[in-house]
C-alpha cells in the first residue's frame, strides 16, 4: 500500500509569485485535503476535492486555489505569494469523504522571501 | 466556534518518568477524536480515533482515553524515540474535516 506523497519537499519564492503543490494520495483514497502548518501551530484546514469538485472549505482566500485529478491526486495552488503564507503545506487523503480519519503526506516547507 | 485546546503546551520528562497530554474541545456533536504525532518537520502520523465516552485505545507506550468533554494521551515509561509534537484534533462544522489543536511538544530526556 502507497501512502501519500507530495512534491516538492522545499520550495523558496519570493512575494507576489505563485507556487504549484503537488499530493498523490494514499491507494484507495478518494478524498483529499490541504492543511497550512505555521511554525508552532496546528495544521488549518484550506480546503477538500472529493471527485475532482471542491468539497469544503476553510477561512482561506480565493488566491488560495486547487485541483483534483481522475486519478485522486491534487494540485494546491497559491497566486500573489506573501510574506505569511511561509508554512508546511500538509496534504491528506480518506477513503470517504464522511471519514474524518484522515493520513497525511511529509509536506511541502515553503518559504516566501 | 469549533475549538480544540492542548495543554500543556510543552513537557519535559525524563526517561521512564509517565505523564498525561490533555485535549479539550467544544466541537458540537462530536463524531471522533482524533490524536496524531508530528515529528519536525514532517506530516502527522495517525494515532488513534476515538468515538465515544469511556473508550480506551493503546499503542506500545501509549494509552489514549475519552470523556465527555475532554481526552487524554497517557505515556507510560516514556523514552527518548518518544520525543515529538502532539496533536489532538476533532471534526469540524460543515466540510472541514479536521479542527486541531496546537499540539503539546514532548521532550524525553535520557
Known amino acids: 500500500e502507497t501512502g501519500v506523497t507530495q512534491s516538492p519537499t522545499h520550495l523558496i519564492k519570493t512575494r507576489g509569485q505563485q507556487v504549484t503543490l503537488r499530493c498523490s494520495s494514499q491507494?484507495?483514497?478518494?478524498?483529499v485535503s490541504w492543511y497550512q502548518q505555521a511554525l508552532g501551530q496546528g495544521p488549518q484546514f484550506i480546503f477538500q476535492?472529493?471527485?475532482?469538485?471542491?468539497?469544503g472549505r476553510g477561512n482561506f482566500p480565493p488566491r488560495f486555489s486547487g485541483l483534483q485529478f481522475p486519478n485522486y491526486s491534487s494540485e494546491l495552488n497559491v497566486n500573489a505569494l506573501e510574506l505569511d503564507d511561509s508554512a508546511l503545506y500538509l496534504c491528506?487523503?480518506?477513503?470517504?469523504?464522511?471519514?474524518?480519519?484522515?493520513?497525511f503526506g511529509p509536506g511541502t516547507r515553503l518559504t516566501v522571501l | 466556534e469549533d475549538q480544540v485546546t492542548q495543554s500543556p503546551e510543552a513537557l519535559r520528562l525524563q526517561e521512564g518518568e509517565s505523564s498525561s497530554l490533555n485535549c479539550s474541545y467544544t466541537?458540537?456533536?462530536?463524531?471522533?477524536l482524533f490524536w496524531y504525532r508530528q515529528d519536525p518537520g514532517k506530516g502527522p502520523e495517525f494515532l488513534f480515533t476515538?468515538?465515544?465516552a469511556g473508550e480506551e485505545k493503546e499503542k506500545e507506550r501509549l494509552k489514549a482515553t475519552l470523556t465527555k468533554k475532554e481526552s487524554f494521551l497517557h505515556i507510560t515509561a516514556p523514552k527518548p524515540e518518544d520525543s515529538a509534537t502532539y496533536l489532538c484534533?476533532?471534526?469540524?462544522?460543515?466540510?472541514?474535516?479536521?479542527?486541531f489543536g496546537k499540539g503539546t511538544r514532548l521532550s524525553v530526556i535520557a
Open positions: 491507494s484507495g483514497h478518494n478524498t
Open positions: 484534533a476533532g471534526p469540524g462544522r460543515g466540510n472541514t474535516p479536521l479542527v
Open positions: 476515538l468515538y465515544s
Open positions: 466541537v458540537s456533536g462530536l463524531r471522533g
Open positions: 476535492y472529493y471527485r475532482e469538485e471542491e468539497n
Open positions: 491528506a487523503s480518506t477513503a470517504n469523504r464522511a471519514y474524518n480519519e484522515q493520513f
